[in-house]
């Protein structure tokens, strides 16, 4: 059975450069979330969606955007990128909203911002 | 705002000594208490939920406890393959998403 997957695994950027990572959450599972970790801390929520849906944002500027598809897959676009967005960016999914979920978390994007 | 606080932040043992990693958290009501592993160049792996003061949880060496401010993992025998970082998140009622601590970084050595 197919886990979270995500990408690309890797990727270099430049600054002032623009990134799109991928996620297909587990077959069944609703609900996606975006998650930033940068070396050394632990994970930083930016994103959850729902049924296509944003239904909460954490603490990122404007240039941090994403959507989700029907097939219930997701995108998280990353503009005007800066030195400090280096990091792993981490897709998980659950079944539904509600409740406390059990987040399942891909092997993540790793992004190196030069 | 909810915070989690983790300690220590990195822990070495030698094969065979149990030892605890603590979680020290602050939350508008708890919803849940998660304990995640994470090896290097991998996304977290699911360990625990704990939801109310009191609860254990246990698998193979590891086992997690609940208070009212605190959270334990305790490891007992552990082994070199037990070597990852140890991720403690809470939600809260709220929120809707997980706030989670620095880590612990463990290192199992022969």
């Known amino acids: 059975d197919a886990g979270v997957t995500q990408s690309p695994t890797h990727l270099i950027k430049t600054r002032g450069q623009q990134v799109t990572l991928r996620c297909s959450p587990i077959?069944?599972?609703?609900?996606v979330s975006w998650y930033q970790q940068v070396l050394g801390q632990g994970p930083q929520f930016i994103f959850q969606?729902?049924?296509?849906?944003?239904?909460g944002r954490g603490n990122f500027p404007d240039r941090f955007s994403a959507r989700q598809f029907p097939n219930y897959s997701s995108e998280l676009n990353v503009n005007a990128l800066l030195l400090g967005d280096s990091a792993l960016y981490l897709c998980?999914?659950?079944?539904?909203?509600?409740?406390?979920?059990?987040?399942?978390f891909g092997a993540g994007s790793r992004l190196t911002v030069l | 705002e909810d915070q989690v606080t983790q300690s220590p932040e990195a822990l070495r043992l030698q094969e065979g000594e149990s030892s605890s990693l603590n979680c020290s958290y602050t939350?508008?009501?708890?919803?849940?208490l998660f304990w995640y592993r994470q090896d290097p160049g991998k996304g977290p792996e699911f360990l625990f939920t704990?939801?109310?003061a009191g609860e254990e949880k246990e698998k193979e060496r590891l086992k997690a406890t609940l208070t009212k401010k605190e959270s334990f993992l305790h490891i007992t025998a552990p082994k070199p393959e037990d070597s990852a970082t140890y991720l403690c998140?809470?939600?809260?009622?709220?929120?809707?998403?997980?706030?989670f601590g620095k880590g612990t970084s463990l290192l199992v050595t022969p």
């Open positions: 998980a999914s659950s079944p539904d909203r509600a409740g406390a979920n059990v987040l399942t």
């Open positions: 077959s069944g599972h609703k609900s």
């Open positions: 969606y729902y049924e296509k849906e944003e239904r």
């Open positions: 939350v508008s009501g708890l919803r849940g």
């Open positions: 704990l939801y109310s």
């Open positions: 998140a809470v939600l809260g009622y709220s929120g809707y998403a997980l706030n």
